[in-house]
């Protein structure tokens, strides 16, 4: 046997046919104080683009097809050797290695004319200017 608690004695029950009466409304209840905190998350930054490398600044070229040249060689060891000793004292030039045949010429350049690649030789000897 199961205990059961006792029903409440003197309950209306409603009567049949009759809606039962609506309770009475309460207004609402305001309380005064501090307005509330509203938590808002800050937007998490992105991280810091690392920094770039400063660019190397372009070698001073003249425009121009003029070259010089400084040798040709049938061993092409001996071009890239010449190369190494005197490239400096042509600062902003680019050596070419052109093959010709059993030869490798050693040609530097550009220069805008004849005279500035003839100025550009200066004490380098063997060195010839040559035509675009």
């Known amino acids: 046997m199961v205990d059961v608690p006792p029903s409440a004695a003197g309950a209306p029950y409603p009567q049949p046919g009759k809606p039962p009466k609506p309770a009475k409304a309460r207004p609402p209840v305001v309380v005064a104080g501090p307005p509330a905190t509203i938590y808002?998350?800050?937007p998490i930054a992105a991280p810091p683009a690392p920094p770039?490398?400063?660019?190397k600044p372009a070698p001073v070229?003249?425009?121009g097809g003029w070259r010089?040249?400084?040798g040709a060689f049938g061993d092409p060891?001996?071009?890239h050797k010449l190369w190494s000793e005197v490239?400096?004292?042509?600062a902003g030039r680019q050596a070419s290695f052109v093959k010709v045949g059993a030869l490798t010429k050693v040609l530097v350049g550009p220069y805008r004319s004849k005279a500035?690649?003839?100025s550009a030789?200066?004490?380098v000897k063997p060195c010839v200017p040559v035509a675009p």
């Open 121 to 123: 030789c200066g004490t």
């Open 40 to 42: 808002v998350p800050r």
């Open 61 to 63: 070229v003249a425009a």
């Open 68 to 70: 010089v040249q400084l």
């Open 52 to 55: 770039q490398p400063a660019p």
């Open 116 to 118: 500035e690649a003839t």
């Open 77 to 79: 060891n001996n071009a």
């Open 87 to 90: 490239g400096g004292r042509f």
